[in-house]
C-alpha cells in the first residue's frame, strides 16, 4: 500500500506515493526498506516524475516531506547530461530539443509530443536524467497538460 504525501513535490506535483521494499520485494515501513519508489502527481492525477532509490536503509531525513531513507539511485552527479543510444552511437543529452532528436520526436505536434514525454516518463531510465533536463519536461508538460 502506498504512502500518499501531500505536495507541493520536487516536480511541482500535488501529492506523491511511495512504496518501499525489503530485499525479497515485500512491502515494508520506509525505515526497513532497501529499496523504493516515489511517484509524483499532478492535481489532475497525471503521473509527473518516478524516483527510484536503493541501497541501506537509513534514517529519515526530516528537513523535508519528500526526502527518501534511502539514497537516490537516478541521480547523475556533476555530469549534468544524460546520454542516449539512438541509432547505433550515443547522443549527449542537456535539453528537452535534445531528447526529442535524439528520440526522433522534432515534427510531432504538440498533442502527440505530449502523449510520447508522457509516456518516455514511465520508463525506468528517466529516473537517471539531470535534474534540469526534468525539470524543463515537467514544466513543458505542464504548459501543454491536455484539458
Request: a negative charge.
Amino acid at each position: 500500500m502506498p504512502i500518499r504525501t501531500e505536495g507541493p513535490t520536487p516536480a511541482g506535483g500535488a501529492y506523491a506515493e511511495a512504496y518501499w521494499w525489503d530485499d525479497s520485494g515485500e512491502e515494508v515501513a520506509p525505515g526497513d526498506a532497501v529499496s523504493g519508489e516515489i511517484i509524483e502527481y499532478d492535481v489532475d492525477d497525471l503521473e509527473l516524475r518516478r524516483t527510484y532509490v536503493g541501497g541501506e536503509a537509513a534514517a529519515w531525513d526530516t528537513s523535508s516531506s519528500f526526502d527518501a531513507p534511502l539514497e537516490l539511485e537516478s541521480q547523475d552527479g556533476p555530469k549534468l547530461t544524460w546520454d542516449l543510444w539512438a541509432d547505433d552511437f550515443t547522443r549527449p543529452v542537456t535539453t528537452f530539443v535534445d531528447l526529442q532528436g535524439a528520440l526522433g520526436w522534432l515534427a510531432l505536434d504538440p498533442p502527440a509530443l505530449f502523449e510520447a514525454a508522457s509516456r518516455f516518463l514511465e520508463l525506468p531510465a528517466w529516473g537517471a536524467a539531470p535534474a534540469a533536463l526534468k525539470a524543463e519536461v515537467y514544466a513543458w508538460l505542464a504548459s501543454h497538460r491536455q484539458e
